[in-house]
């Protein structure tokens, strides 16, 4: 399975060096760095791993990157245009081993073109997006925007679309993540979802943390024809949480850490306890698998 990733930073070089050595050691070596303009003068002269480091478009505010995740998606596409998946990670997500490849092959089996976290539906208000696409989609989809896997299905079609340069020349002017008729936090979130089903895959759910916002979460016995669940129902969570604790917030904590993890959200600090554990174990396992014991 190919993976292309793009990581999107600002800064905290340290904590997006862990990242991508994470990335690196359980998702693959095809690693794009993109850089908010605003904290482009920081990583003058940076290596972080084998990964490339490009300047990415100015944002500079703490929520709603859909311009940068786009152009991230552009750049990857023209870089390994055969990968299967392409992720979009930001720098404060952890992946702790490569198990959820086994839960992009049972997803890409029932055609999933976008898998993440924190599924949601929710009515299609953004009529801007129905003028690039030149459709009308009949929902819209969200998932967390920390972490979100798109199909080459999906991705070759924006790219056959001219989606991407589209989607730029038409939000040049927004500032601080605008998107008319967007009212929830971040457009990413809802923008890709909403574009996989519209567009003719489904969307396949890993875990979902409810604290917090219960009263925006459907139930998998709500479900409808586009969405897909990775497991049951559980009081605090829906899903495999044992092997994705993921969510928005709070910050991840030891008590929400089991063996088995595989990717991990919110960690905010290279220091962070969880990051440090993980980070040995990454260490043994690289040197298992150079054979140097």
């Not at 994470?22 to 920081?42: A, M, P």
């Not at 139930?219 to 993921?246: C, I, M, N, Q």
């Not at 993890?261 to 040197?287: G, T, W």
């Amino acid at each position: 399975m190919k993976i292309a990733t793009v990581v999107l930073t600002h800064g905290n070089i340290p904590l997006t060096s862990d990242t991508v050595d994470s990335i690196e050691t359980f998702v693959g070596d095809r690693v794009l760095v993109l850089v908010d303009k605003s904290g482009w003068q920081n990583f003058q002269n940076v290596k972080i791993g084998r990964s490339l480091i490009r300047e990415g478009l100015y944002h500079n505010h703490h929520r709603s990157p859909y311009r940068n995740y786009a152009f991230g998606m552009s750049l990857l596409h023209s870089y390994w245009p055969d990968s299967d998946w392409f992720l979009y990670s930001e720098y404060d997500c952890l992946f702790a081993s490569d198990y959820f490849k086994k839960d992009l092959e049972k997803a890409q089996n029932r055609n999933a073109w976008c898998v993440g976290f924190d599924l949601r539906r929710f009515p299609f208000e953004t009529p801007l997006l129905a003028t690039l696409i030149d459709g009308q989609p009949t929902k819209a989809y969200y998932f967390l925007g920390c972490c979100q896997f798109l199909h080459r299905n999906l991705i070759t079609k924006l790219s056959e679309m001219d989606f991407f340069k589209k989607l730029l020349l038409a939000t040049e002017s927004f500032k601080k993540g605008k998107f008319p008729g967007y009212k929830r936090y971040a457009y990413e979130e809802e923008l890709w979802p909403t574009l996989a089903a519209h567009l003719g895959g489904n969307l396949y759910e890993l875990a979902c943390w409810k604290g917090g916002e219960n009263q925006e979460h459907q139930t998998v016995k709500e479900s409808d024809p586009k969405t897909l669940y990775g497991g049951a129902e559980h009081e605090a969570w829906r899903g495999h949480f044992k092997l994705y604790p993921v969510r928005n917030s709070p910050e991840i904590d030891k008590l929400d850490v089991y063996s088995e993890a595989s990717i991990l959200h919110p960690l905010k600090s290279h220091k962070h306890p969880v990051r440090l554990m993980f980070k040995e174990s990454r260490r043994l396992f690289k040197k298992k698998n150079l054979g140097l014991w």
